[in-house]
Every structure is written in C-alpha cells, then in structure tokens.
C-alpha cells in the first residue's frame, strides 16, 4: 500500500482529488458482498471522502445515493446495480455498486462482465456468507482482480482472524491482511499499517485519521504479522523470494509491488479491514484500490470476433471503437443505455453499430453517471464506463463498435429463470398496458421472461425467486399505474433422460401431390452427465448432439437440421411438459430420397424422432434446490430443523457461537415459499436465513404425484 506522507500531527482531508489523466489513472471497480455486509454504506463514504457528495447517505434513513430507487429505500437492500464516479489521488474511480441478494445475482454478472477490479466486502461477524461465495465464484468466472475489506469491526463478536480464516477456507485463496486493528469492538478505534508499520487512528467524531507510531501493547503483535506477511508473499512471488532469501526480509516497496502482481494475478487477496458506518478504515481502502488493482491498461486486450477468426483489441483512444452495453434503463422519457468502453472513441452524435444485428444507430448524448443524476460528455474514451442516450434497440450484451471495424464482443451470461407467477391487469382497460410494461422490464433485466400459457392463456412472468418478481410486480404498479393480480409462485422443473434407448427408427413420409418430405433417422439417446462448474448455476440446461454416419448417407446440411428438430422437441418432456435437459443424441444411420428429402423434412424427423425416445426412455423430474443457510437463538435449533425436515430438506453442516447457531441445508426451493414468516414465529423474530442455488435434483418418487398435479 502506498505509505502516506503525513506526519503524526497532520490528519487527512475529505477534499476531492485531481482527476485522471489518462486510462491508467482509471479504475473500474465493483463492491461485492451478502446482503447486509455493508456495500451500499462502504460506497457512500468513498463518495463522501473523495468529494464527490457533501454528506454521508445512511441506508437506514434512506439517503443513499446509490440505492435512489424507491423500493431500494422502502426494503433498506440494493436491488440495482448502480454506477458512479469520483476522483482520489489523481485516478478516477468508476464504481458500481452490486446487489447482495440472490435474486438479483444477474445484475451482479453483468456488472463483473465490464469490471477491472472489485472490491468484496465482509461482515467481521459472519465473515464469508452464501451469497459473498457466490459473487466470489462469479468473480472468478470473469478473473476480476480483487481485494477484500472485513467491515463492521466495531461490532460485538467482531473479529478479523475469523474473518480471515473463513475468507481461507471457504475460498480457497490465499489471504494477505496487510493490517492490524487498533481494540476491538465498541473499542475499535484505528488499524497498523503493516507496510508502514504505523497506526491510523479515528478521534471520535471526527472524519479524518491521525497517524500515529504503533501502541506499545501491538508492537509485537505488528511485528509478528508483518513477519508472517513477508513468509507468504515470498512463498508466491519468485521475486520477493529472492529478496527475501537473501535478507530475510523484504523492503516495503518490494511487498507492495509483489501483493499488486498476487492481486492482479489472483493468487492472492490483499485484506484490509475497517467499520463504514463509523467512517475508520475508508482512505486506505482507497489507497488499496489505486495501488493494487488494476487500470484498464493493465488488463488483458479484449477479445472479440469477426466472423471465424479471433482479433484482439487494446485499450487504445486511437484503436477502432469497441463497447458493450451491460445494463439498460428503459423509461417514459427514453432509454439510457450503459457501456464500457473497450478500445477506441465513441463522440456525441456519432454512428455506431450493433454487431450482432448490423443496425446502425446514433449516439444522442454521452453521460457520466452518478445514480440518478448524470454529466454530460462530448465523448468517451478506452477505459470508461459512460450511459448513452439514442439508442433504441441495444440490449444488455449487445456489442457496439465501428462500422468500418465490426468486432463481436462475449455478452455475460444470463441466468435461466427458476420461479414463475401469472400476472394480470385487475382492469381490462390496462391490458394492453401491462403488456408493454411487460416487454419494458424484460429489456431491462434479462433474466425476467415473460411468455403466455398455451393451456392457460395466462400471461407468466418468470424469474429468479420470489422477491425478484415481487419487485417486478411493484416496478409496474409504482411506474406505470398499473394494478396487477400475481398468482402463487411455481417453481420452474425440468425432466432428464436416465436410461436412454438405442437404435430407433423412425421414417418421416408425407406426399399430399407435388414434391413430397422423405427423412429416415436412426437416433441414440443416453444421459449426459453434468458438465464442470454447472452445480452452483440453475442454468444448468445440457444438450449435446453427434452424428456417427458414414458413407455420406445424410448430408450434413440435413444432419444441422436433424440437431435443430432434436432441440425443438427439448421444449416439452413427456413427463409434464417441462423443458428436457442433461442428454446427448447421436444419429448413427439414416436415408434420404434424391427428390423428396430436404432440410425440412430431416427437421420435423428429428423432432418427432427424438419426441418418440423420449417417451420409450426412463425419463426423470427434475426440480431446482438451494442451499439454506439459517442463523437463529440455539433454544430454537431443534424445532427449525424439524420444520426443515419436514420440507423435504438435508441439513449438510451446523456451528454454534455465543448463543448462536448457524444450520446449513439443501432444500427443493419448491418448499419455501412463505418461509420467512415461519422461521420468525420459531424464533420470536429472532432468526434470519439466506439462499443460494445449487443446480437441479431429483423429485423423490413419492412427491412427483404432487408435484405434476400442481
């Protein structure tokens, strides 16, 4: 960390930086952490130090600047991702602000896509919970550099070894805690810089450190934890080992430049720790993100295609212009479209186009967001991250770029739904209405669907668990006046092959006058087991098609449309008519007629085909389960687990602490619906729980009855 020239008389001040002289002087960073770790309140006093607002925002009072929107306030959570900007030590700081809930996960990946670096924020209590494994694994996925901050020190059970140790454990990263806290608890009053071997100190009432030599009773304690620093970073980084084999010891410019190449590569977290609320550990969480993470220069060129071939391009002004846009807020007034600016220029009233579709659109307005509030720009540069006004068919993961330099940029995945509800307008007259409102929210957030029952002829809206679509359902009546009626959640299942069938024939023949369809298929269907990485995603849907025939039998014009009708026939399993998943189909013989086959003939073969196996297989329900993690008094453990049992749920792990205990399940998340206020009454209030989704599992045979009647 970069060491601060004041002396032990002078104390920092909360005035605003110079701004960023170039790309390397950026930093695009993100806050990730559980609900209720303390992202939104860490971001408010970023803001507040760096200058950027005037007053410390407090999310119990709902003045936030981040969390503006009225429900965000209402629920006291974030619930969209939010951006900003401020400025520290000469670099800009574009910061978003993530969701800690798992229902919103999605806007915690697509903000990772556009990310250079984050920060994960956790509870000196709790220490890692469900969800802040999850962004971690998400961060993971993307190979964003980060580096951790254990909050709420002044907590009572607060400690930061345990903190750590969970941090170790759970994540299986090396953690390299470059501070000491100065008391614990209601006591905690500063930390020791262990680069520096000094002590920040925060006066009460006071916004600003004092630096200070180590109290005597942590000198040797700082010591030994500095010690143990420099042992860990020399066992990672071939050139501190140098170093410190020869002087067993390593220089404070040689440690700060080995943790920022750990950092940068992953192999190790930098931890640093503070309390937001009461403002003590803010600055040199700052200091850490300038000295550690990454500017968009130091990160990879970005990679894209054109056509079959892989080009790569850098973060260059001059380079040809290449974006994505990541979010996007449609309203009454126009549509803000936010992008990360890879490679290239983007000016005010420029053409840009859509590389997936070839469209060409211009760019209105250039903004630099703060929330709600936005500055105008004449353009946006490599490395920034800026809202556009103008566009009017960009969607979240559409590539923008130059039209004389067309490049296809990786969108981030979008989680597949797992809970539905039917929705409809309580007046006729708002029908249509709400239709639009509909098509609206899924332009926003990809990961709602909305599709129109076939039996029903209900509207269902669907998504990622029960507070993501009652938050949709309040977004329509708050927005767009509209009262709705929404029907009891379901679950979304799925049905799987486990004992497939081999060699089935079937023969598509219709000759109604003129040219006929001929197509003769001969299918294998086994089960496909579960691909890497696929458990702790609900999009887990798996499919794969090969084509073992020789002699040219089928051409392979007709074998691409055999693969398309054999996923046209995925949509509905024989069970329920739930979606198929975790199969592979290999076509291993077939004929074709010189006059009467073609692609459309070989198309509804393959998808009649695979119908037929699907019904001769040992076909088997799938349903979505989430790993609960539940804290409550330990008088109450018994009758919780009880209630759990009887949910169809396995407890896999539970701990005690100071009258506390923690209880660890995997529940079908059919089964909780309506689980909060259960757990409230088995422990008069007292108890809390989270999720987590672990993938798909089998109905027990005794439920599926239920389940299909449903």
């Not at 170039?22 to 209720?36: M, T």
């Not at 170093?243 to 192999?267: F, H, I, K, Q, V």
Request: charged share 25%.
């Amino acid at each position: 960390m970069r060491t601060n020239t004041h002396t032990s008389s002078t104390t920092t001040t909360n005035t605003a930086r110079p701004q960023a002289r170039s790309s390397a002087d950026v930093r695009n960073l993100g806050i990730l952490a559980h609900v209720d770790a303390g992202k939104t309140t860490v971001t408010e006093r970023i803001l507040f130090l760096t200058g950027a607002t005037h007053k410390r925002g407090e999310v119990h009072d709902g003045t936030t600047v981040t969390d503006f929107d009225a429900q965000e306030r209402d629920r006291g959570i974030t619930i969209f991702a939010a951006a900003v900007s401020c400025s520290w030590d000469g670099h800009r700081i574009n910061l978003i602000d993530t969701p800690g809930h798992v229902d919103f996960a999605d806007e915690v990946e697509r903000s990772l896509r556009v990310l250079d670096g984050a920060v994960a924020v956790f509870d000196a209590v709790a220490g890692v919970e469900p969800q802040s494994e999850s962004v971690w694994r998400q961060a993971d996925r993307y190979g964003v550099p980060r580096i951790a901050f254990v909050n709420k020190l002044d907590r009572a059970g607060a400690d930061l070894d345990t903190a750590v140790a969970s941090i170790r454990e759970r994540l299986h990263t090396v953690p390299l805690v470059v501070q000491l806290p100065v008391g614990r608890e209601d006591g905690f009053t500063g930390v020791v810089d262990l680069l520096g071997m000094r002590a920040l100190i925060w006066h009460a009432g006071s916004d600003t450190y004092e630096v200070t030599p180590v109290p005597e009773a942590l000198r040797d304690e700082a010591h030994r934890r500095r010690h143990a620093l420099e042992e860990t970073v020399a066992e990672l980084h071939a050139t501190a080992m140098e170093e410190y084999c020869t002087a067993s010891a390593l220089s404070t410019p040689t440690l700060a430049a080995a943790l920022r190449d750990l950092t940068l590569s992953g192999e190790g977290v930098v931890v640093l720790c503070g309390s937001a609320y009461r403002n003590r550990g803010i600055e040199p969480l700052l200091e850490a993100v300038v000295s550690y993470l990454p500017s968009p220069m130091d990160v990879p060129p970005v990679r894209g295609t054109l056509g079959d071939t892989v080009q790569e391009r850098a973060a260059d002004p001059a380079a040809p212009f290449a974006g994505l846009a990541f979010k996007v807020n449609a309203t009454a007034t126009g549509r803000l479209t936010y992008v990360r600016v890879y490679a290239g220029t983007i000016t005010k009233g420029e053409t840009v186009m859509d590389a997936g579709t070839g469209r060409t659109e211009r760019v209105g307005r250039i903004l630099r967001v703060q929330a709600d509030r936005h500055a105008e720009l004449d353009r946006a540069v490599a490395g920034d991250i800026v809202a556009v006004v103008g566009l009017k068919t960009a969607r979240a993961g559409t590539t923008l770029c130059s039209p004389a330099a067309p490049l296809v940029l990786e969108p981030p995945a979008v989680a597949a739904s797992v809970v539905s509800v039917a929705v409809e307008a309580r007046r006729s007259v708002d029908t249509g209405r709400l239709s639009s409102a509909l098509a609206r929210l899924v332009e926003e957030d990809p990961s709602l669907a909305v599709r129109v029952d076939r039996e029903t002829g209900q509207t269902v809206l669907s998504g990622m668990g029960e507070l993501h679509l009652e938050v949709a359902a309040e977004k329509i009546r708050r927005a767009h006046g509209i009262e709705v009626g929404v029907g009891r959640p379901q679950v979304s299942y799925r049905e799987t092959v486990v004992r497939g069938v081999s060699g089935l024939v079937y023969r598509h023949v219709k000759q109604d006058g003129g040219a006929g369809q001929f197509a003769h298929v001969v299918l294998d269907v086994d089960p496909l087991e579960a691909q890497p990485g696929t458990t702790d995603s609900f999009a887990a849907d798996t499919f794969a098609f090969a084509a073992t025939v020789t002699g040219g039998r089928v051409p392979q014009e007709y074998i691409r449309a055999v693969e398309a009708g054999c996923r046209d026939a995925l949509a509905e399993g024989p069970l329920g008519g739930h979606p198929v998943t975790g199969l592979r189909v290999t076509l291993t013989d077939g004929a074709t007629h010189s006059k009467d086959s073609s692609e459309m003939a070989f198309r509804t073969a393959g998808r009649f085909a695979l119908r037929t196996a699907l019904r001769a297989a040992r076909m088997e329900l799938l349903e979505p389960v989430v790993e609960l993690t539940a804290t409550l008094p330990e008088d109450a453990v018994g009758g919780v687990l009880g209630d759990l049992a009887a949910r169809r749920g396995r407890v896999t792990d539970s701990a005690a602490r100071s009258g506390t205990a923690t209880v660890t399940a995997t529940v079908p998340l059919s089964e909780l619906f309506g689980y909060a206020s259960r757990l409230r009454s088995r422990t008069q209030g007292r108890g809390t729980f989270t999720t987590r989704p672990l993938g798909y599992a089998a109905v027990p045979a005794g439920v599926s009855a239920g389940v299909l009647g449903r």
